[in-house]
């Protein structure tokens, strides 16, 4: 699941990175894309590929509604037994993908990416990331974990306790981790 906003320049690189992947594995294989309003081309190219690909299903926002919005979106229309969230510019990498499957092979509803490095960022941004985390479990969430994303894979028990969840200001991370199930970081 892959929520999109502006994403023409990427979409060419995308391809052929989840292409690979979903060579790598031996299942069956939905992409959700959710174009969130792009002002560019982006709905062009990726209703395109969902035309020669039948393993990708597109959802074109009518505006652009925000990344937590589109995200819900993509969860809501998915339909697998697990959901991958990932990025569109694979700030992580898919390989981490097949990490997360044997994860939750062994029982995990949630496996999520944490960093481990914060390469390219100025230092203000990896103060304010650390910095955020750590405010956020002290006062609003103990059992939110630090330094992730929201690249995750949630199980389809998990996924559908978190869609009952219909809060306006969404926190996908808090979400996930408040609705309580058993959750696993890989690197």
């Not at 969860?75 to 510019?89: E, N, P, Q, R």
């Not at 910095?131 to 690249?151: E, I």
């Not at 894979?153 to 996924?159: G, P």
Request: glycine share 6%; with cysteine.
């Amino acid at each position: 699941m892959i929520p999109m906003y502006n994403e023409e320049e990427v979409v060419d690189f995308l391809r052929v990175e989840l292409e690979q992947f979903m060579s790598e594995v031996s299942m069956e294989v939905e992409v959700v894309l959710v174009n969130d309003g792009s002002s560019d081309k982006t709905i062009d190219k990726i209703a395109h590929w969902a035309s020669v690909d039948g393993r990708i299903k597109v959802i074109h926002l009518s505006r652009n509604f925000g990344h937590q919005i589109a995200a819900t979106a993509g969860l809501d229309y998915a339909t697998g037994d697990a959901v991958v969230l990932i990025d569109a510019d694979l700030q992580d990498p898919l390989s981490v993908v097949h990490q997360m499957i044997e994860r939750y092979r062994e029982g995990y509803d949630v496996v999520y990416g944490q960093r481990i490095a914060r390469h390219g960022e100025s230092a203000f941004k990896r103060f304010s990331a650390w910095a955020f985390y750590r405010v956020m479990r002290r006062m609003v969430h103990k059992s939110l974990p630090v330094d992730t994303g929201d690249f995750r894979l949630i199980s389809r028990e998990c996924l559908d306790g978190l869609k009952r969840m219909r809060e306006t200001h969404r926190f996908l991370r808090g979400m996930v981790a408040w609705v309580g199930f058993e959750q696993v970081p890989v690197e």
